[in-house]
């Protein structure tokens, strides 16, 4: 998926390109890498930087949120349920400098009681293969039992690892936060350690330059307009399980996921039955899936309330990130068992 809002076409745009390539030096190697080439529009600094990064922790850290705000775009979905984050979501943070390639995760967690839980710990743990940088995120006020896990899983790899300290602005006496630097330093050898606030923007600037510092020199992994590897599909159903974990809090715990079963982009055309023009649109069906019946009800709501208010916030956020008109219809089914049932957890995309 790329930049929403970036620039349209202009005469030195892949269309215009292909034309002149077809009717002039098609043969020439030179015009035939810069037709390929994915950072064309944009000027990359001597000594580039571009490299893999992880965003590992424990649940509820602020991960997502991290990744969210260091890139400017919400991608990976946020609440205040620890393991909100199911899937490994790739963001891309370009500039003239660098591109780091973010890895959230979810968070890494002793207790693996159904079959999901052990595929989410196994995809987070799987994201410290082949990445160029760690960022190790903790809470800036509580040190537990799965910050030591996390810590045990990055210590059997060799990787570069970033401390970040998180909600930093939350400390009451900021005197505190040096004595908690130096306990971490004494428990592991980090190349940084930066406190920061994901939230509210602070030292972001400062852990940009860190994570820029450690990166290897290289060309652009993905077009440096692009945000994420993710598709319009995947994205559509990790903002409606949002949209239900924050609406139904603790009601309807992890027995719950989406499934787009239609994605249907409509151009902007003439109404054959009245002949008025109508914008384009993107059509998506989704289904709802819940382990249980009482579940149902939760989700949708008394009068189907809920279940409304879910669809009108989802397509509000999915208009924002996609810069198009939605039409959502959402359907709500139960499905016994499937966050313990490993066919089940293929078919559903885990």
Known sequence: MKRVGSEGADPESTDSESTDLESSDLESDTAIEDFFAPTKHTHLNDGFKA??????????????????????????????????????????????EMQAVFVDTPGIHRNEVRAINER??????????????VLFVVDSDQWRDDDLLVLQKIGSTDLNVVLVINKADTLKDKGTLLPLIETFSDSFDFADIVPVSALKNQNLDRLQEVIASHLPVATPIYDTEQITDRSERFLASEIIREKIMR?????????????????????AHNDP??????????????????????????????????????????????????????????????????????????????
Not at 122 to 127: L, P, Q, T
Not at 286 to 309: L, P
Not at 330 to 350: F, H, N, Q
């Open 273 to 350: 039955k009245t002949g008025r023009p109508r914008k384009a649109c993107t059509f998506i069906d989704a289904t709802i899936y819940v382990e249980r019946s009482g579940q149902k009800a939760i989700v949708i709501g008394d009068k189907g309330q809920r279940i409304k208010q879910v669809g009108m916030d989802a397509r509000k956020d999915m208009e924002l990130l996609f810069g198009k008109k939605i039409m959502l219809t959402l359907w709500v089914k139960i499905k016994r068992g499937w966050s313990d049932d490993e066919r089940a957890l293929t078919s559903l995309g885990y």
């Open 120 to 133: 989410m710990n196994k995809a987070a743990v799987s994201a410290l293969v082949d990445v160029d940088l």
């Open 247 to 267: 609406s139904a809090g603790d009601e309807v715990p992890y027995d719950l996921t989406v499934q787009i079963d239609e994605f249907k982009d409509e151009a």
């Open 51 to 96: 490299g893999y990064v992880a965003i590992v922790g424990r649940p509820n850290v602020g991960k997502s949120t991290l990744m969210n705000h260091m890139l400017g775009q919400k991608l990976s979905i946020t609440s205040r349920k620890p393991q909100t984050t199911r899937h490994r979501i790739h963001g891309i943070l370009s500039n003239d």
